[in-house]
């Protein structure tokens, strides 16, 4: 079984926000898209995935710490063969068995790790509690993966997934939703004695053909012919939420930045950021009229004074 600190190469005293890092760097690495000729890729993903699940959850990373789990969630034996703090205070003995220390109070041995008094009853037998097994436990955990696309994050749309029992479940995806975002599905994981396990869901947000995402807002590269920079005037432009009407003003040059507000991506407040438009001048290159305009003229402006040159 793997230590989850070192399968995500943190130190044990890492924080919330180290641990999240750790992980994101490391399945964008390790993303199966991107490594498709490369099984041991994919291995390591589904282990740096698992490591992030224990150590993301509060509890689970405090029990492995004290040792109640393991790195794949699973509870540890309850006693071992001795140590200095706690077990069998003895060593194996020549015929296969204990060797016990004299003085060896052996009611108080086995009453704290039977948690009762069963080691004192019934006249210092055993008592029932010996024969006891472990605890009920809950169902394993099962991980899932959820593509979602670019305009879907953007505008919150609502996601559907199939469990591994054929059930289909509608996601509400939350605010401040990105790659690496995880969603947890109580109950829905695998059954146990003690309840289900939970199902946990990890988002990743596809790439858009021109839509970019810096942190809450969305960039955009919008081209415009020369009559529209140079006359202004209402222009088309898509967004996340369809398309709106932008006014370019008159003298636009390449470069220039323009704010439609509200446009964006949800933050974790629940306020949206925006969509921000660079417009991009298209001049055609084998256009006689255009030529025809500027045979004889130029501009003798210094517009690159500015880099020195």
């Known amino acids: 079984m793997a230590d989850p600190y070192s399968t995500l190469g943190v130190a044990r ?17 390790l993303h199966p898209d991107r490594n498709q000729d490369n099984p041991k890729a994919a291995e390591r993903f589904s282990a740096v995935s698992s490591a992030y699940d224990l150590l993301s959850d509060k509890d689970k990373r405090a029990r492995f710490d004290r040792g109640e789990i393991d790195g794949d969630g699973n509870p540890t034996a309850p006693f071992g063969y001795g140590g200095n703090g706690g077990g069998f205070r003895g060593r194996p003995g020549a015929g296969g068995g204990f060797e016990f220390n004299e003085g060896a109070d052996f009611g108080d041995i086995f009453e704290g790790l039977f948690g009762g008094g069963g080691a004192r009853r019934g006249g210092g037998g055993f008592g029932g509690g010996f024969g006891r097994g472990a605890p009920p436990q809950k169902g394993a955990n099962v991980s899932y993966r959820l593509a979602v696309s670019f305009v879907d994050a953007a505008t919150l749309a609502p996601q559907r997934i199939t469990l591994q029992d054929g059930k289909t479940i509608d996601l509400k995806l939350p605010a401040g939703v990105e790659t690496g975002t995880q969603m947890r599905l109580t ?66 040059t390449s470069g220039k930045t323009l704010r439609l507000r509200g446009k964006g991506f949800t933050h974790k407040g629940g306020e949206r950021g925006d969509q921000l438009v660079r417009l991009m001048i298209d001049v055609p290159g084998d256009d006689p009229a255009i030529k025809s305009l500027v045979e004889g003229w130029q501009d003798s402006r210094a517009v690159r004074a500015h880099l020195g040159v």
């Open 187 to 252: 109950g829905k994981g695998q059954a146990g004695q003690a309840g289900a396990g939970d199902a946990i869901v990890t988002i990743e947000v596809k790439p858009h053909p021109f839509f970019i995402r810096d942190g809450d807002n969305v960039l955009l590269d919008l081209p415009i012919t020369l009559d529209e920079a140079v006359k202004g005037g209402k222009v088309k432009v898509p967004t996340v939420d369809g398309p709106v009407m932008l006014g370019v003003p008159a003298g636009a």
């Open 13 to 29: 005293g890492a924080s919330e926000a180290e641990i999240k890092s750790a992980y994101r760097k490391l399945a964008k690495e």
